[in-house]
């Protein structure tokens, strides 16, 4: 059981540079969302979705953009980097109230 | 909306002493409340849960946090810690969106344990 994979572990992003994090989850899921870590502010929402074809914003959405066309995928995509994104990032999918959180992928944008 | 406040930033205690780590949530609608537990350079894990039923839930490790309607808090405590406990806590509340459920952190307590 792989849960969710993340893709990648560690990236060195130029600013202005676009990238797209991969998801993927093996639960059939419906509901996928992103967070973002950074010191002293916990895990801030990006994006969510709560099934294929349909995606909403969380607190943290600009710079961001997802989408959903499988319920298995849910990547996410850096339009132009900025140092500000400098983060981990952690996708998650849940049923109901059980959730499960990727290994993270630390973004390093200079 | 939901919110939640982890009222201290860092708690370094001695090992083998108790620690309380401190919940607060604001919600119009019933919520769940959760404490996740994220280790040096790892990810994520729960550590317990409350959704209904008895108000004190206990993890397997010797953790436990009380549900307080009344106060709107979720203290997290331990009677006696381990070096093995240094590591970032997380409280979480999850409220209904849309059929699932959104999850919402506070912004973590690094709980640090001296020998």
């Known amino acids: 059981n792989a849960g969710v994979t993340q893709t990648p572990k560690f990236q060195v992003l130029k600013t202005g540079q676009s990238m797209t994090l991969q998801c993927a989850q093996d639960m059939n899921h419906e509901y996928m969302s992103w967070y973002r870590q950074d010191p002293g502010m916990g895990l801030r929402l990006i994006h969510y979705?709560?099934?294929?074809?349909?995606?909403d914003q969380g607190e943290v959405p600009n710079g961001y953009n997802v989408s959903r066309s499988t319920t298995e995928d849910f990547p996410l995509r850096l339009l132009s980097a900025a140092p500000s994104q400098t983060s981990v990032y952690f996708c998650a999918s849940s049923e109901g109230w059980g959730y499960t959180f990727g290994s993270g992928t630390r973004l390093t944008v200079v | 909306a939901q919110s939640v406040t982890q009222l201290d930033s860092q708690v370094p205690v001695f090992e083998e002493a108790p620690v309380e780590l401190r919940c607060n949530y604001s919600?119009?609608?019933?919520?769940?409340l959760f404490w996740y537990v994220q280790y040096p350079n790892q990810g994520l894990q729960l550590l317990l849960k409350?959704?209904?039923?008895?108000?004190l839930v206990e993890s397997i490790n010797g953790f436990e946090a009380e549900f307080n309607k009344s106060q709107t808090s979720f203290h997290l405590r331990k009677p006696s810690v381990h070096i093995s406990d240094t590591a970032e806590y997380f409280c979480?509340?999850?409220?209904?969106?849309?059929?699932?459920?959104?999850?919402?952190f506070g912004q973590g307590t690094r709980l640090t344990i001296n020998p």
């Open positions: 919600s119009s609608v019933s919520v769940y």
């Open positions: 979480a509340v999850s409220a209904p969106v849309q059929g699932a459920q959104k999850l919402v």
């Open positions: 979705s709560v099934g294929a074809g349909i995606t």
């Open positions: 409350y959704l209904s039923g008895s108000t």
